[in-house]
């Protein structure tokens, strides 16, 4: 081949079809790109609003809950120290012996409850460690 034809060939218009233009291959790839990431990003949004919506309601329905716990405990615990006190102070009985007994029960409540707590830290601090 001469090369006045290899420049012929050279100069020749390029086919359309089969090269790569950047409305045909570089727009459509980025387009689909950034829709990737707009859905990502929306995805991401709604699981983070669906994780606050799911504390908030925990919220407003739990410390309600907690509060009618707590109020309902402490009136039975004051119901229940009044029985012990009328039981205990019945005519047989010594006057010192309602109150002696009522702090000796709630002494060792208290130090049953505490020392599990205790307990319960020494032990998950051990197998911590």
Do not use: C
């Not at 702090?103 to 208290?110: E, N, P």
């Amino acid at each position: 081949m001469s090369p006045s034809a290899v420049a012929a060939v050279d100069n020749a218009a390029p086919n359309r079809e089969s090269s790569p233009t950047p409305e045909n291959s570089i727009w459509p790839k980025l387009t689909h790109a950034a829709r990737a990431a707009l859905t990502a990003v929306e995805s991401q949004l709604t699981i983070y609003y669906l994780k606050l919506m799911t504390w908030i309601v925990g919220f407003l329905m739990m410390i309600p809950v907690a509060v009618f716990m707590a109020i309902v405990g402490i009136y039975g615990l004051i119901l229940l120290d009044r029985a012990a006190d009328i039981a205990l102070s019945t005519p047989p009985n010594p006057a010192w012996l309602s109150p002696l007994v009522r702090g000796g029960v709630y002494s060792f409540a208290l130090f049953v409850a505490f020392g599990s707590v205790l307990w319960s830290i020494a032990r998950i601090s051990k197998t911590k460690a």
